[in-house]
Structure formats: structure tokens, C-alpha cells
């Protein structure tokens, strides 16, 4: 059993930066993918970015350009690098991780971007 345990979120003006984080219980150098998921008040929950065991990287269209996923399997944390933040980046972020065709979700953190 893994658990991911997200950190980082917090308030934010509009334009400013965040960096959240993944830490795993165990190992994710199996995980693939790992991921960002969001999910805004009233919506349902999205994909923000992805990232594979060997480094591939896939992001929404509404995030390109902005954030930035990256993962370090030495330390099992997946990180989450957010710039020029956006009022409608507003959401709780999810960290998911596919290990071994289970599906593992974190509690979620909480962004708030204001304007």
C-alpha cells in the first residue's frame, strides 16, 4: 500500500508561483505514471500533468507553458512547479500515482489564486 501525502498549496496573487509536492510511503521508481489532477468547486476533477517512469511529460493545454512536473525517485516525491498563476488555477490538486495497475490518489491541497 502506498500513500501520497501533498504539500505547498496555500494563497497566492495572480501572477505569483507555487511548487507543490508528492512525497510517496514507498517506492515510485515503478510508478507510471505519476501525476496532477484538479478538481475546482463545482467541476469535475482534471487532468493537470503527467509524468512517466522514464520522464515523459504530457500537460493540459490550459497549464502549457506554466507549470512544470518533474519527479525525483530517490527522494519518491513528484513535484508540481506553478507560475503566473491564474484565478482559475483555483482548485484542489490531487497527486495520483499508477503503480503496478493500481491507482493511488493523495488527500489533495488546496490553491487559491486571487486576483
Known amino acids: 500500500q502506498v500513500q501520497l501525502v501533498e504539500s505547498g498549496g496555500g494563497l497566492v496573487q495572480a501572477g505569483g508561483s507555487l511548487r507543490l509536492s508528492c512525497a510517496a510511503s514507498?517506492?515510485?521508481?515503478?510508478?507510471?505514471?505519476m501525476g496532477w489532477y484538479r478538481q475546482a468547486p463545482g467541476k469535475q476533477r482534471e487532468l493537470v500533468a503527467t509524468?512517466?517512469?522514464?520522464?515523459?511529460?504530457n500537460y493540459a493545454d490550459s497549464v502549457k507553458g506554466r507549470f512544470t512536473i518533474s519527479r525525483d525517485n530517490a527522494k519518491n516525491t513528484v513535484y508540481l512547479q506553478m507560475n503566473s498563476l491564474k484565478p482559475e488555477d483555483t482548485a484542489v490538486y490531487y497527486c495520483?500515482?499508477?503503480?503496478?495497475?493500481?491507482?493511488?490518489w493523495g488527500q489533495g491541497t488546496q490553491v487559491t489564486v486571487s486576483s
Open positions: 509524468i512517466t517512469s522514464g520522464g515523459s511529460t
Open positions: 495520483y500515482a499508477n503503480i503496478v495497475r493500481l491507482n493511488y
Open positions: 514507498g517506492s515510485i521508481f515503478s510508478a507510471n505514471p
